[in-house]
């Protein structure tokens, strides 16, 4: 049932290239304009939209966070980013116009329900990102994207959050379409670059013994911590939060940017820190983060980074340096969150973690 992999955990990471593959197919017509079949809005609903605020909890909140850089940059339309047990209590300014899009793996979580239920009594329309069929959040919702992961049985998260990350991609990409913010061209390339990520997962897969090797001389840490920008910003709170869960270290995620305003207090000689470094582009983003690393290394701390495949300026920076498949900036995630999740699970079982049930954690969170 494991597939020959010792743990449930270690069997979904590697069931990603399949579950990325599975939750893209179909979404294209014959003449290349992407349809989504349970969307079940409008276009008219869709034209109407005028913010979205995306709801979710855990790792589900991280894939939200990237979904609101694919959304602004693609169809120009506000959105913003709630925890589901926040989201009633600060009293949030709904109404017909604007899109709720609530996402949870299992479709069970109840801060995430309770959202959502609030969601429509100001009449905004729901929208539920889901790995779960039949569950009680997309049958409370207006319309639903399912994800296609397959049953993810490991409590900590890995094809589940890849898949939501697809959905939102692929929701984004729709949006864009209906409301014409996008040319048509424009969309079929990034849906040609998200159907070569399988391959690129795969590929970076095959090296897993590399990052293992690094999770094994990880295992005496005490603390990790973890550096991201853009996109990668939510990476790094995901990696975090992966070894929070199933190794029980304290982990914890930073916007590079921030560390001068505080965290780099925290640098010591000899922590590890893992930076997710930006493709190079025209922006600043990558050039910023090479200062940011430069700032923690001069302060001792040992840097293992995961750069693009012919980021050259990278090697000076890095103690260890993990090869990404060169993709653009917003499918970053899709890539870079996978040596996170093989580093987690390695360094958990060398450990003698159970990772598939962590301590104190629970599948579905059904209480508030
Ligand atoms: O089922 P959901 O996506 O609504 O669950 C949300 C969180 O409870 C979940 O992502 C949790 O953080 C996981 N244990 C992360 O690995």
Redesign the pocket.
Known sequence: EKDGHDWFMRKEIFEQPRAVADSLLGRRTRTGALQLDEMRLSDQEIRDIDKIIII??????YAGMVAKYAIEHWCRVPVEVEL?SEFRYRDPILDFSTLVVA???????AD?LQAIRHARTQRSKVLAIC?TNGST?PRESDAVIYTHAGPEIG????K??LT?LVATYLLALYIAQVKGTRYGDEIAEVMHQLEAIPAQIEELLGRCEEVYELARAHVTATSVLFLGRHAGYPVALEGA??LK?IAYLHAEGFAAGELKHGPIALITDGLPVLCVVPPQGRDQLHAKMLSGIQEVRARGARTICLAEEGDEAIPRYADHLIRLPKVPVLLQPLVATVPLQLFACELATGLGHDVDQPRN?A???TVE
């Open positions: 979710a909890a855990g790792t589900s909140f589901s996402i949870s793996q299992s479709g069970e979580t995430t790995n959040i409590v900590a998260s890995t589940g959050f939501q939060l992966k869960e954690l599948k579905s969170v």
